[in-house]
């Protein structure tokens, strides 16, 4: 996924791969920040919100149902957003508790902006 961001990044500012910029100049020419940690920050945004759901919420509801096991085929399992999330966590060095506090979880979630 960033091999065509890049791409497209390069395609706004009129450079080529020839010009045989960095990719962290290009970004900062265009003033974005990587794509995957546009898509982490907003999966943390989601948890926290989720997690301030009441229990009985649909979306809380749908988080706890169980998958069966048994339907898989080949190949790796597919991950689920609940270990994702979890990676996500771990990486930034969040846990659950965090979260309680909207502004501190907030401030500790959004870290892709460039400037």
């Given at each position: 996924?960033?091999?065509a961001e890049m791409r497209m990044l390069r395609w706004m500012c009129g450079k080529t791969r020839r010009d045989?910029?960095?990719n962290e100049i290009v970004r900062e020419m265009v003033g974005v920040a990587p794509i995957e940690e546009k898509l982490s920050e907003n999966r943390l945004r989601w948890f926290?919100?989720?997690y301030h759901r009441p229990e009985d919420a649909a979306v809380k509801?749908?988080?706890?149902?169980v998958l069966d096991s048994n339907a898989t085929g080949r190949g790796r399992l597919?991950?689920?957003l609940d270990a994702v999330v979890?990676?996500?966590m771990?990486?930034?060095g969040l846990c659950e508790r965090v979260a309680?506090?909207?502004a501190q979880w907030r401030k500790m979630i959004h870290v892709a902006d460039p400037k």
């Amino acid at each position: 996924m960033s091999e065509a961001e890049m791409r497209m990044l390069r395609w706004m500012c009129g450079k080529t791969r020839r010009d045989r910029i960095r990719n962290e100049i290009v970004r900062e020419m265009v003033g974005v920040a990587p794509i995957e940690e546009k898509l982490s920050e907003n999966r943390l945004r989601w948890f926290g919100h989720v997690y301030h759901r009441p229990e009985d919420a649909a979306v809380k509801r749908a988080d706890r149902i169980v998958l069966d096991s048994n339907a898989t085929g080949r190949g790796r399992l597919k991950l689920t957003l609940d270990a994702v999330v979890r990676k996500d966590m771990s990486v930034l060095g969040l846990c659950e508790r965090v979260a309680i506090d909207r502004a501190q979880w907030r401030k500790m979630i959004h870290v892709a902006d460039p400037k």
